[in-house]
């Protein structure tokens, strides 16, 4: 795959036994010599088999490695199984991106931030796309995962850095001069839910890549404790005394637009301080009746236990991060003509570097 070529009949691995290019030693304890075919000069493969200089060598040699061949720096070595079945010839096998959550950025619980590194081999194959699916799975009570069937997929060039889908799915860092990392925020997740995200490469020819997956778990939902505790406070001196209809339905209303989490902070503040006065429970049905009562109560069954654990706690405090991210406006990406090195510098024209506050728990009677 070079302009430039020589043949070289060097110990750079063993052919298989299937290869009939081999030249094979006299002595059995000595290994079979691969015939290599050294590349000079990144070219197209084509160039091989249409050059007259290098037609014979290279058709002799069958030196196209296949998918699962090895390449040495720029050698490759003898493989008979050099074409797809497509029939053209797969040079390189296709690197393998390793999906992993962000060493920085821990998960919220409704996003999580992905990476992996951009490589390509100098010779062999053109990285033009990345596919990332992303998957809801439902823990089982033997603690395996199975496929719940809600899948989406997204195409990096045309789905997020184009700004077609990107809503739910935005690059927090994307490859330039001095970084290969691909970074991205997604986003619109569930809390307290698993999740498997799973990345493929894609090359010039529509080949994929091995995939490699990531499973998260999102953590439960966020809770303003410090609000919950005025609503709290609020409740108790609606209930005080003589309530009249107005204040009835005053508290109804403010308990109804809670939620689950929020509701079982309202709950666990109110019998903190005011249990002496009536159980929160015992309380809402008495003053609201158990109509009214049982729509608000019903919602504290919507949690799992493990989050229902979590929002006993004496403590919980709220926590503020900053993640930067780019928003890109829809634009035409070609991908056959994507320059990874400078692809920062080009999503500049159409995308523009904003914020995104995200918010966390942390749960104990602890000092921040």
Known sequence: MAAGVRMECQSRGRCPSSCPLCHVASSPDVPAEPILLEVTKAAPIYELVTNNQTQREATM??????????????????DSSAFGADGLPTCAPLPHPILRLS???????????LEWGHSEPPIGVQIVDYLLRQEKVTDRMDHSKVETGEWTVLSFVDDIISGAKSPCAMPAQVPDRLSSTI?????????????????????????????????????????????????????????????????????????????????????????????????????????????KAGLILSQLGDLSSWCNGLLQEPKISLQRSSLKYLACRYSEIKPYGLDWSELSRDLKKTCEEQTLSVLYNDYGDKDY
């Open 61 to 78: 040699s069958s030196l196209w490695c296949s998918g699962s061949g090895d390449v040495i720096e720029d050698w490759c070595r003898c």
């Open 103 to 113: 060493t920085v950025h821990e998960p919220s619980s409704t996003l999580v931030v």
């Open 183 to 291: 970074s991205l925020i997604i986003r619109c997740l569930e809390p307290d839910t698993t999740y498997m995200f799973t990345l493929w490469g894609v090359d010039n020819t529509g080949r994929r890549s091995r995939s490699s997956d990531v499973t998260v778990k999102t953590p439960c939902p966020v809770v303003d404790d410090v609000k919950a505790q005025e609503i709290a406070d609020k409740i108790y001196n609606l209930f005080n005394g003589y309530t009249s209809g107005k204040e009835q339905q005053t508290a109804y209303n403010t308990l109804l637009d809670l939620g689950s989490p929020s509701l079982h902070r309202v709950l666990y503040h109110y019998n903190q301080h005011y249990e002496s006065f009536g159980e929160f429970t015992w309380r809402c049905e008495d003053e609201l009746g158990p109509r």
